[in-house]
């Protein structure tokens, strides 16, 4: 609430800021343009700006220099939708507002006083109020203002402080409303703080009234009065005088066809001693409202709700004797008043039920019915005598009453809950009650819990907790008194919800009559059973109108003790992969137990998992079969299957995360496409799996390491051939601008029909140019009588196999794959026996490709070549005739020649 003074000050301080800046000319300029061409003076119109102290009613009010005096000047001068900013002072004067506009004070802090004049008019007069807002589309806001009487004099000097009418729509916010009384406080029934509307007058108004301090009131402080009356009264604090002799006061009237609802306020200080007549921190009558959510503390009634209909949920209520100094007093009451306990209203119009209740009975019939919800409330006393929590009278007025009671707390009073009928006297009427439920409520520590006189009806009082586990009265518990049930009862007064209320655990009920059994069925679609899969199945209900679960894994459920009726089954937290079968509603009757069944389908999905094979060139071999198995929800341990290539099929499966894997198979290089993968319900994931063909790994035995002496050039005696186009440098081989082939010369220099090579590739700084391995060179002079080259080519990054022969014009291209290889690689060959040759990177194979029968069965020499390769550098050459260990029956058959031909493209021989 003290955010409203703070805008309003900071408001006011850069008006002042924006003047002293402006300087005395400006001052000047503006009082010399304050007058039109005929001397008068230029009125406000959007802003008009008041000064209690230094202001002038005959300035424009157009800016704080030219304030006017009084807020009436402003708000008369002020056009339509404008706003009139009343400084800090005090303002002795009334305000009648026609029009709709803003009024904003300084603040709440008591800066801005509209004090109440001595002169005005007696409270009997429509016009005694400090400010009124009349007129039909008049829409008015009242902030920031203390608004204060008192009245001059003993009796009747002051109606209201603020008085909505006519039809107005108010915005009061941020006030102060105080001491709107006679001086002093006398126990005449005038001086209401907020008058909203009024009855008697026939005149209507509407208002939203919020975050008030409303005290020092005579009567009232707030009425809502009259047909198409209506308030929303939130967060305020309305303060009565407290245990008083001097007059019965209501903090809220609602009355006379008026509505409200009322939520958020703090309501206290309203019991009158002598107990002849009540006062009422809520009176509702012959009205509707509702409450939420507010703060009742020591009224002597806290609502009373009389001849109308109303929901109150969630407030809290306290009231004691010593605190109310009554020898009764009461938290909420719903009833046409008897005789004794009669309401002290302000201003209603005749005929209305707090007139002689015996005039009133004559030839009444119960024609109406009026409903009152009492919710979710927290009522608590001391325990003292005389205090009554919750009460509702039948048989006192011409209505019937529907009254219900839930989830409230109801503690410590010398009566609990009283349900009375007008027992059989003159000034009863016929009517009564349509309904009384009393449900769901915690009534403990109470001199009796609950009393009912009613003999025609039965009070239902089930489900309740009163106190003790053995139910009402048993030792610990309260006592019931009168024709009620209170069958079954709730054996446990723990509260589920942290929230105002009672919320009960409905699982905890004594004395239920019949049971439910529901058969869980699940239905896995063909798919294997997965531990721990469970699931929730709820019933709805008398005896559970918020729901029941149990947990299921395919079990039996039983529901005991639960009361007869019809309950609805249904499945919660099944999840999309299951569909749920529930069953229509069930009827549990005494007896035998009901039967129900729900199923649980799932919405099973699969793996496909698609398996290709790459020989990478090398003839297929029959009877290589690989294992691809699939691990997850459905298989926990693996389920595997074995393939020679195309679609596996994995299910049906519980939706979920699975893993496809694949048996390590000597020579092959398995490659997944995505080895976990998410099966969602009723869909079917697909799997790429790719083996590719590696063979056995490269064994090439070591020749030369070059660990030896640098030279100008020549590699040394171990090598023959262009030796002169290398020279060995910190160990390694390095190429020169015109280096050219050179072979192995350390006997033996021949080697077999299956033949190996290998080299290590050099450092970054010396890779580039093509590194090709020699194999089954037929002449060191002359390469054309028949040579395969092994190369790689660091500019297109592509392993080559190529081969030339006696009567061949060109190099013939076997063999070209894209591969990258990296410096200290180490690139490998073999030439077999059948004439095909495989290409292996760091001794696995990448690729293989036939040659020619001009290389079947026939062996030669091995050597290397750094072709156009400059400055680069290789290490550690090895070879020889192929290792045992190497020799595999997959890729040593040789196709026919003309297929062989058909994949060679064949180089000019310059290129070389």
């Not at 290389?855 to 020499?861: E, P, Q, V």
Request: charged share 15%; hydrophobic share 40%.
């Amino acid at each position: 609430m003290a955010l409203h003074g703070v805008s309003h000050r900071l408001l006011w301080s850069l008006l002042l800021l924006t003047l002293l800046f402006a300087g005395v000319a400006a001052r000047a300029q503006a009082i010399s343009l304050s007058f039109d061409a005929s001397g008068k003076v230029e009125q406000c119109t959007t802003a008009c700006f008041v000064d209690a102290v230094n202001g002038d009613d005959a300035n424009s009010g157009a800016t704080p220099a030219a304030a006017k005096r009084t807020i009436q000047a402003a708000v008369d001068a002020v056009q339509p939708g404008g706003e009139v900013y009343a400084s800090p002072g005090v303002y002795v004067e009334q305000v009648v507002i026609t029009k709709s506009l803003r009024l904003l004070g300084a603040g709440k802090a008591t800066e801005t006083w509209l004090q109440a004049p001595g002169d005005i008019p007696h409270a009997e007069s429509p016009d005694s109020a400090i400010i009124t807002i009349a007129g039909a589309d008049v829409k008015a806001e009242v902030t920031g203002l203390t608004i204060a009487g008192p009245g001059p004099s003993v009796c009747g000097s002051i109606g209201a402080g603020v008085f909505v009418r006519d039809g107005a729509h108010a915005d009061i916010h941020g006030n102060i409303v105080r001491d709107i009384r006679d001086q002093p406080m006398s126990g005449c029934h005038y001086g209401v703080a907020i008058q909203v509307g009024r009855s008697s007058l026939d005149s209507a108004g509407v208002a939203t009234i919020r975050e008030n301090e409303i005290l020092g009131y005579q009567k009232n402080g707030i009425t809502v009065s009259g047909v198409g009356s209506h308030a929303l009264i939130e967060a305020n604090m309305i303060r009565g005088a407290g245990p008083t002799e001097i007059i019965a006061q209501n903090g809220v009237q609602v009355s006379d066809g008026a509505s409200a609802m009322l939520k958020g306020n703090t309501i206290t200080g309203h019991a009158f001693s002598p107990l002849e007549t009540t006062s009422s921190g809520l009176l509702v009558l012959n009205a509707d409202a509702d409450t939420v959510g507010n703060t009742f503390v020591e009224n002597q009634v806290s609502i009373y709700h009389i001849d109308g209909d109303g929901v109150h949920d969630g407030n809290r209520v306290r009231a004691t004797k010593a605190g109310v100094h009554s020898h009764a007093f009461w938290g909420i009451v719903a009833d046409d008043p008897p005789p004794w306990r009669l309401p002290s209203p302000f201003d209603i119009q005749p005929s209305k039920p707090t007139q002689d209740a015996e005039d009133a009975a004559v030839g009444a019939a119960s024609a109406n019915i009026k409903t009152i919800r009492v919710i979710n409330n927290e009522l608590e006393s001391d325990g003292s005598m005389g205090g009554f929590a919750l009460e509702a009278d039948g048989g006192y007025g011409q209505k019937d009453i529907d009254f219900t009671a839930t989830n409230n707390i109801v503690r410590n009073w010398f009566h609990g809950v009283v349900i009375f009928q007008c027992p059989n006297e003159p000034y009863c009427t016929d009517a009564g009650f349509a309904n009384v439920t009393v449900r769901l409520n915690s009534i403990t520590g109470n001199g009796i819990g609950l009393y009912s006189n009613a003999d025609e009806f039965t009070v239902d009082s089930t489900l309740n907790w009163w106190g003790a586990p053995g139910g009402p009265n048993t030792p610990g518990a309260d006592t019931i008194v009168g024709n009620v049930n209170a069958t079954p009862w709730l054996c446990d007064g723990a509260d589920t919800d942290s929230a105002i209320g009672f919320q009960p655990n409905l699982s905890a009920v004594c004395d239920g009559f019949g049971d439910l059994t529901v058969t869980h069925i699940l239905d896995w679609s063909g798919a294997p059973p997965v531990d721990g899969q469970r699931f929730k199945v709820c019933i709805s209900g008398p005896s559970y109108p918020s729901n029941n679960c149990q947990t299921t894994a395919g079990d039996t459920l039983t529901w005991s003790n639960i009361l007869v009726g019809d309950y609805t089954v249904a499945a919660s937290e099944a999840g999309p992969e299951w569909a749920v079968t529930p069953p229509d509603v069930v009827s549990v009757r005494e007896g035998a137990p009901a039967q129900a069944t729900v199923t649980h389908t799932l919405r099973a999905g699969a793996v496909a998992v698609l398996k290709t094979v790459n020989w990478q060139g090398t003839p297929p071999v029959d009877d290589i079969d690989f294992e691809i198995c699939v691990s997850g929800p459905s298989y926990p341990s693996a389920r595997c299957q074995n393939t020679r290539g195309g679609e596996l099929a994995f299910g049906p499966l519980m939706p979920g995360e699975y893993t496809v894997s694949e048996t390590t198979k000597q020579g092959w290089l398995a490659t997944i496409e995505t080895p976990t993968v998410a099966v969602a319900p009723s869909q079917t994931v697909r799997v790429s799996v790719e083996n590719r063909y590696i063979g056995p790994m490269l064994a090439c035995p070591l020749l030369d390491n070059f660990n030896r002496a640098n030279t100008n050039s020549g590699l040394g005696g171990d090598w023959t051939g262009a030796t002169n186009t290398y020279r060995i440098i910190n160990h390694q081989v390095e190429a020169l601008t015109t280096a050219s082939t050179v072979f192995w010369n350390r006997t033996p220099f021949l080697f077999g029909p299956d033949q190996v090579a290998c080299v290590q590739l050099a450092p970054a700084n010396r890779f580039n140019g093509h590194f090709a391995l020699i194999l089954k060179a037929q002449n060191i002079n002359d390469y054309s009588n028949g040579m395969i080259l092994v190369s790689y080519n660091t500019a297109t990054q592509q392993a080559l196999v190529e081969t030339i022969e006696p009567g061949q014009t060109g190099w013939a291209v076997r063999l070209a794959i894209a591969e990258t290889f990296a410096a200290g690689d180490v690139l490998g060959a073999r030439a077999s026996a059948t004439g095909w040759v495989f290409v292996y990177r760091n001794n696995v194979l990448i690729g293989a490709a036939p040659t020619s029968h001009f290389f079947t069965n026939r062996g030669g020499r091995i050597g290397f070549w750094l072709f156009e390769s400059g400055g680069a550098r290789i290490d550690d050459f090895g070879g020889g005739a192929t290792p045992s260990s190497m020799v595999s029956a997959a890729g040593d058959a040789l196709p026919d020649v003309e297929e062989a031909q058909s994949r060679t493209i064949y180089l000019p021989a310059v290129q070389r």
